[in-house]
């Protein structure tokens, strides 16, 4: 075995072991690379000798992880992703690399519904996503404060529904005290745009999840078209917060939602679909004649309950198509159909039950996996939410698989991954994203990677900031503005 220092590889690999000796790279004709069948979903196998550089991939997913693998040995100044690798004359160590992910779902989500992010900036987080061996992006588009989604025979989503006349000027305490920027803010995508999202993700082997959050955070859908909510017409919201406006039950409101999900199904091909589920106020539904009525036809026993019926009702359409509804950790509560992912966000222990009541479950917990809290108790920090900071140190340690779940993993219920979100209340442009996404992004990396700790182990935080300091002139190199490390990791 050889005694040089391990190359800091993130994620770090299963299996890595070196040996004397170096190999003089000179490009894309030094590497052999296939599919072996015995090989899992993922999974891969790189060895670098005397021979040059041979690769094996239990898919072409694990072909392409390889190929990141490989890119991480080379200088920071190589090409993206995808790009054929160019490196010229750099000695390789001699290496065996053996490596699989633990959760299939290894997911990230950007928020470009609270404010806007260009279809450009999408695709430079893809190419980070694809060289940290994350395979999920999903996209939150539609919410109070902004709609970003064309949908044909509904002009007035993105004439109306994408703009709002201002935003809240610091932190939203939610009293009157507050100050507005009198700034307009508006953005939606094209068609085309999503379209090339899609495709330019695939090709790095990473699913685009789309997200039209229904029945709650639709008030930018009801500025737009009065009759799907209750009540006043109302303006695209310019706070935060919880909106008080949900979608009515109305036969035409559920016919909206279903024209809306055909062109989400249509646009986005992947096998899942994001329809919601959070931060349902009920009081519309307990004035509505009509939700009463929905709640007397479906024999449910309060209007509480409504909520799984919508869902079921909204993931029947999306069933049809082939696809598998995701839905926020409320929906166990309101009693949402068991084949519904459920993405559990208001903490560790909604995860358990989700999964012990039979659902799979993405864990995605507010904190430490929200991108949007501050990074320290310096002042210095962007407005955030006033809680304590979430660090990188706090992301590396998480853990998906709470402790004490035990053999529920075993029974109708799993948890099938973990997800890192960018929620973008205070977040208003794509520097304040990158600085709140990186570094951390790269904790989370390991997080959804890295096998399960076994009793007695524990986990290498020096080692792996050590690791982030050598992998930072990366993401200088592919122009990302991120946080630089102090003494706050902790």
Same mark, same amino acid.
Request: aromatic share 8%; glycine share 10%; net charge negative.
């Given at each position: 075995?050889?005694?040089?220092?391990?190359?800091?590889?993130?994620?770090?690999?299963?299996?890595?072991?070196?040996?004397?000796?170096?190999?003089?790279?000179?490009?894309?004709?030094?590497?052999?690379?296939?599919?072996?069948?015995?090989?899992?979903?993922?999974?891969?196998?790189?060895?670098?000798?005397?021979?040059?550089?041979?690769?094996?991939?239990?898919?072409?997913?694990?072909?392409?992880?390889?190929?990141?693998?490989?890119?991480?040995?080379?200088?920071?100044?190589?090409?993206?992703?995808?790009?054929?690798?160019?490196?010229?004359?750099?000695?390789?160590?001699?290496?065996?690399?053996?490596?699989?992910?633990? %959760?299939?779902?290894?997911?990230?989500?950007?928020?470009?519904?609270?404010?806007?992010?260009?279809?450009?900036?999408?695709?430079?987080?893809?190419?980070?996503?694809?060289?940290?061996?994350?395979?999920?992006?999903?996209?939150?588009?539609?919410?109070?404060?902004?709609?970003?989604?064309?949908?044909?025979?509904?002009?007035?989503?993105?004439?109306?529904?994408?703009?709002?006349?201002?935003?809240?000027?610091?932190?939203?305490?939610?009293?009157?005290?507050?100050?507005?920027?009198? /700034?307009?803010?508006?953005?939606?995508? /094209?068609?085309?745009?999503?379209?090339?999202?899609?495709?330019?993700?695939?090709?790095?082997?990473?699913?685009?999840?789309?997200?039209?959050?229904?029945?709650?955070?639709?008030?930018?859908?009801?500025?737009?078209?009065?009759?799907?909510?209750?009540?006043?017409? /109302?303006?695209?919201?310019?706070?935060?917060?919880?909106?008080?406006?949900?979608?009515?039950?109305?036969?035409?409101?559920?016919?909206?939602?279903?024209?809306?999900?055909?062109?989400?199904?249509?646009?986005?091909?992947?096998?899942?679909?994001?329809?919601?589920?959070?931060?349902?106020?009920?009081?519309?539904?307990?004035?509505?004649?009509?939700?009463?009525?929905?709640?007397?036809?479906?024999?449910?026993?309060?209007?509480?309950?409504?909520?799984?019926?919508?869902?079921?009702?909204?993931?029947?359409?999306?069933?049809?198509?082939?696809?598998?509804?995701?839905?926020?950790?409320?929906?166990?509560?309101?009693?949402?159909?068991?084949?519904?992912?459920?993405?559990?966000?208001?903490?560790?222990?909604?995860?358990?039950?989700?999964?012990?009541?039979?659902?799979?479950?993405?864990?995605?917990?507010?904190?430490?996996? %929200?991108?949007?809290?501050?990074?320290?108790?310096?002042?210095?920090?962007?407005?955030?939410?006033?809680?304590?900071?979430?660090?990188?140190?706090?992301?590396?340690?998480?853990?998906?698989?709470?402790?004490?779940?035990?053999?529920?993993?075993?029974?109708?219920?799993?948890?099938?991954?973990?997800?890192?979100?960018?929620?973008?209340?205070?977040?208003?442009?794509?520097?304040?994203?990158?600085?709140?996404?990186?570094?951390?992004?790269?904790?989370?990396?390991?997080?959804?990677?890295?096998?399960?700790?076994?009793?007695?182990?524990?986990?290498?935080?020096?080692?792996?900031?050590?690791?982030?300091?050598?992998?930072?002139?990366?993401?200088?190199?592919?122009?990302?503005?991120?946080?630089?490390?102090?003494?706050? /990791?902790?």
């Amino acid at each position: 075995m050889s005694n040089q220092p391990a190359p800091a590889l993130i994620p770090q690999p299963r299996q890595l072991h070196l040996f004397p000796g170096t190999f003089r790279f000179e490009g894309e004709s030094d590497i052999r690379s296939g599919i072996d069948p015995q090989l899992g979903a993922e999974e891969y196998m790189l060895t670098i000798d005397g021979n040059g550089v041979a690769i094996s991939g239990g898919d072409d997913a694990g072909v392409f992880y390889a190929r990141q693998t490989l890119r991480q040995l080379l200088p920071p100044t190589a090409s993206g992703p995808l790009d054929p690798i160019d490196a010229r004359g750099v000695d390789l160590p001699h290496v065996h690399i053996e490596d699989r992910p633990e %959760y299939p779902w290894r997911g990230f989500m950007l928020d470009v519904a609270r404010h806007f992010l260009p279809a450009g900036f999408v695709l430079k987080v893809i190419d980070q996503l694809a060289t940290l061996k994350l395979n999920r992006l999903h996209l939150h588009l539609t919410d109070d404060q902004g709609w970003r989604l064309p949908v044909p025979g509904y002009p007035r989503l993105t004439e109306v529904g994408s703009k709002r006349r201002e935003s809240i000027v610091g932190y939203d305490n939610q009293t009157d005290d507050v100050e507005y920027d009198g /700034t307009p803010h508006e953005g939606a995508y /094209t068609r085309a745009e999503l379209q090339h999202i899609v495709r330019y993700a695939a090709e790095r082997h990473i699913t685009v999840v789309p997200e039209v959050d229904l029945p709650g955070h639709a008030q930018a859908a009801i500025a737009a078209y009065p009759h799907l909510g209750s009540g006043e017409p /109302t303006e695209v919201r310019t706070r935060w917060g919880i909106s008080s406006r949900i979608l009515n039950l109305e036969d035409y409101t559920l016919d909206f939602v279903t024209e809306v999900l055909d062109e989400v199904l249509d646009i986005f091909p992947g096998g899942y679909v994001h329809i919601g589920g959070d931060e349902v106020p009920r009081r519309e539904w307990r004035e509505s004649a009509t939700a009463q009525q929905r709640m007397s036809e479906a024999g449910l026993p309060d209007v509480e309950q409504l909520l799984g019926w919508f869902v079921g009702r909204v993931g029947e359409h999306v069933r049809a198509a082939g696809r598998r509804p995701v839905a926020w950790d409320e929906v166990v509560d309101g009693g949402a159909p068991k084949d519904t992912l459920v993405m559990a966000w208001r903490g560790v222990q909604h995860g358990v039950n989700a999964v012990r009541a039979g659902y799979d479950v993405v864990v995605t917990p507010r904190p430490p996996l %929200y991108f949007d809290f501050r990074q320290s108790e310096s002042p210095e920090e962007p407005v955030s939410f006033p809680e304590a900071p979430t660090t990188l140190a706090d992301v590396f340690r998480f853990e998906p698989l709470p402790d004490g779940l035990g053999d529920a993993q075993d029974g109708d219920g799993r948890v099938i991954g973990t997800q890192a979100n960018l929620w973008t209340e205070y977040v208003p442009t794509t520097e304040s994203a990158e600085y709140m996404t990186f570094p951390r992004l790269l904790a989370f990396a390991e997080v959804a990677w890295r096998p399960r700790l076994e009793e007695g182990e524990s986990r290498d935080l020096d080692g792996f900031l050590e690791r982030v300091e050598q992998h930072l002139p990366r993401l200088h190199e592919a122009g990302i503005r991120y946080r630089p490390l102090d003494g706050d /990791t902790e």
